[in-house]
């Protein structure tokens, strides 16, 4: 008796929820509760599976939670409700699909007016086709979710890389080393533009706006330059970009005294939403860059990454993987920064085998690797061996380039020019941490013998 109490209770929620109707599915659907209002059209579309009303339906529910499925059933409605061909555009668009997305824009431009939004995202598909050629993989550090209002707080970067700070809530400035320039972002009529300023004793100069090549009719904020002081980072939402805001790079050219026109930097750093604030901790490579992709309206996430300065494409010919990676939901995991036990141990066999010369004072010069008092300090000083050794590979590199600029005819000569500029500015950086290293571990050393 109870067993049938139980079965008559099952099927009259059965047929409840069988008998809710086109109305009900609605009041779910409009609340948000798409899962709920997709199960009521599912059930009323196996009585009318040609319905096209009820196919759009369905299809919305299926857009609304990101499902790819909603074509079919578009398909069906499109005819009667062609807004399908726009919204699976938009589903396309969204997961990267970029070619099906333009696709399905073009036959819903096919019956209906075109608007600025449809002919934006119609270009967005082209240039995330392009993209789609040249992504770039990177190794992830680590990434968090940040408040928008206080994204900056982990950019914690080395003096050497300069300062970045938030002068209000969208905007921000960047200040050298030195602390004698300084670039920011400022309301200039209608958009916002970059701007620099330099110090002149102790008062700031009057602000000047960057080059047409970097300032358009859009905006371009959170500016950064390398510690070269010609390699400039920032953010446009001009439209050759991907979507929102895109980030940029251009250099300083000292032959023309102007900056060379502005490079998207692709992906995965861009997305069809809101990318910016690119910076660099050259000390220990790493980069750092900010996105709301896949966020609420308040919140960012920072990504920290391994910085190269040589781009390595991925090579994967799937296209889901290759999505994969241009969306980031794929990537490398970085591997630790710090040096290897077993590279630690070659080092320190080498330092060993081919004796040390390191002066610690006056009347104290250490000839091997075992004089060091401490781990750290052997560590520091093996750390100090690899720093000029990449020193020395830098300055035949200069060379080279040298000799090659010597020889090059004139169209070559502008982009040499700025790379001998690069490597010269980078070789002092490093003369300046091998200098200061050199300092800091004798001062620890000459400790024990005071």
Known sequence: MKKSFYLLIVC????????????????????????????????LLKKKPKDALLNYC????????????????????????????????????????????????????ETEKADADILRKRQQCAIGSEMMKHVETIDIIDSVVMDKATFLSKYRLPHEAGFIEQTSETLTSYTTERKDRKFFCNDNNTQLDIFYTYLLLNDWSEPIALSANINTDYNESYPFMMADGITLYFASDKPDGLGGYDIYMTRFSPITNEYLPAQNIGMPFNSTANDYMFAVDETNSIGLFATDRNQTSDSVVVYRFVFSKEKKIVKETDPGTLRAYARLSKYNKAKSLVPSKNSTEKNKSIAKNNGINFIVNAEITYNSLNDFK??????????????????????????????????CDASEKENLSWEILTIEKELLMMQKRIQAQTIELRKIENQYYQ
């Open 374 to 407: 401490t781990e750290d300090t052997k560590n520091r000083f093996l750390a100090l061996q690899i720093l000029k050794s990449d020193f020395e590979l830098l300055q035949n590199k200069l060379q080279q380039k040298r000799a090659e600029f010597s020889d």
């Open 58 to 109: 369905y299809a919305k529910c299926l857009y609304s939670l990101g499902d790819l499925s909603a074509k079919d059933y578009f398909d069906i409605s499109n005819k009667k409700y062609p807004q399908g061909h726009r919204l699976m555009g938009d589903l396309y668009l969204s997961q990267y699909y970029f070619e099906e997305a333009a696709s399905e824009y073009d036959h819903f431009l």
């Open 12 to 43: 009259m929620i059965g047929f409840a929820a069988q008998a809710q109707t086109k109305t009900d599915a609605e009041i779910f659907f409009n609340n948000g509760d798409y899962a709920t209002a997709k199960s009521i059209y599912e059930n």
